[in-house]
Structure formats: C-alpha cells, structure tokens
C-alpha cells in the first residue's frame, strides 16, 4: 500500500528566508509524486508534479521539488518565502487502481511566514 | 476559464438526515473525483467518477454514494448523517485523472449537529 509521511506539522520562516518542506512515501514501483498548497476557506492548488525523468522538478509560484529514490523522498522548496506563501502544503503520491490512479495525501505541513 | 464550482459552500444538517453536494468540473474534464477533509484524518478519497461511471471507490461506508451526469457534472450524497461527517467536502476534476494533475473546488463545510 501507498503513503506518505510528512515530518512537519508545522514550519515557521522569516520573509526572505529559504524553505525546505520534507515528504517521504512508501510505493512499490516508480511513484507518481506531488506538491499540492491550500490557502483557508480554499481548495488545493496544484504546485508541481513528478513523474519521471528529470529528478528536480520545477513548479509555479517559484517553487521546486527533487525526487530522491534512494531516501524515499520528494522535498519541497523554494529559494526565498514571501508572506503570501504561508498556507498548508500537501504531498501526495499517486498508485494505480483499476486503471486509473489514486493519491494518497500526506497529513499536510503548515507554512508560518514571520515578517 | 471557469474554475471547479462546489455548491453550496456551507451546510448544517442534523443527525440522520441526508445531503446531496454538487460538483462542476472544468469543462472537458471527464474526471471527477470527491475527497473528504478532516483534521483529525486528513484528505481521505471517496470516489472518482469518469465518464458517468464510478472508476473508484475508497473505504467508505455504503451511506456515501455518488454520481456524474453526462455533462461531467458530479453530485455526492451522504444519508443518514453522523456527527462524524462533518467535514470539508472536496471535488477535483481532471482530463483524464490524476496524471494530468487534479483542479479542486474550493469545497463544501458539511456540519452535522
């Protein structure tokens, strides 16, 4: 079976400063990954996605992502945070079922952004 | 172009009635899928619906059923509400599922009292 494991429950970074958010599945062949945002009162938003060949991943909003095999891993990133980046971040990693293919979503890390 | 449309955005029902949420995917999406939101669980899969049939299902009880009309269009309806359903009710829709990455709705706030 699938899963996702995100470390953090929460994050907290000044402005301006760097941001890794950390993601670690458990799938049994070559997994589809995902970074999914959602803002309160919204939906998610699709950040980016990986299916194969390029390892790093880039995505909107300034945001990248790097595909580790040998750690089980799909890190979140992103060079410099700006205030409107304080949100809850999700990874998910996608596995086929009956032909189509279903994501299991992490419990989600939430983003503070200090000014 | 028009976003994934969740209505109503709010609801408050009582214990052991039912509720019927709507759902209008992106236009050319054939794929629907419905995910509930709690904290205590997370984003947990309902069902997806392609092309009016219901491709797959999650470990949800009978009482959480669905359907997609021909023109994509989805509604999910919960009987015999349990306080433990209140929840954020998600729909994402999609081309063709979750390879072409999924649109969400921004959700219906089901409250059971």
């Known amino acids: 079976a699938q899963s996702v494991t995100q470390p953090d429950i929460h994050i907290t970074v000044s402005e301006g400063a760097s941001l890794e958010l950390r993601c670690n599945y458990s799938y049994g062949a070559t997994p589809y990954l995902f970074w999914y945002v959602q803002s309160p009162g919204q939906g998610l938003q699709l950040l980016l996605k990986?299916?194969?060949?390029?390892?790093l991943v880039q995505g909107i909003k300034g945001f990248e992502a790097e595909f580790k095999r040998s750690q089980s891993s799909f890190n979140l990133r992103k060079p410099s945070v700006h205030w409107s980046d304080a949100a809850e971040y999700f990874c998910?990693?996608?596995?086929?079922?009956?032909?189509?293919?279903?994501?299991?979503f992490g419990r989600g890390t939430s983003l503070i952004v200090h000014p | 172009k028009a976003g994934v449309t969740q209505t109503p955005r709010y609801l408050i029902k009582t214990r052991g009635q039912q509720v019927t949420l709507s759902c209008s995917p992106i236009?050319?999406?054939?794929?629907v899928s419905w995910y509930q939101q709690t904290p205590g669980q997370g984003l947990q899969f309902l069902f997806e619906y392609f092309s009016e049939t219901q491709r797959n299902k999650g470990n949800f009880p009978g009482r959480f059923s669905g359907r997609q009309f021909s023109n994509s269009r989805s509604e999910m309806n919960v009987s015999t509400l349990e306080l433990g359903d209140s929840a954020l009710y998600l729909c994402a829709s999609s081309l063709e599922g979750l390879l072409y990455g999924y649109t969400f709705g921004s959700g219906t706030r089901l409250t059971v009292v």
């Open positions: 990986y299916f194969s060949g390029d390892t």
């Open positions: 236009s050319g999406h054939r794929s």
């Open positions: 998910a990693v996608g596995g086929e079922s009956g032909g189509s293919y279903i994501p299991t």
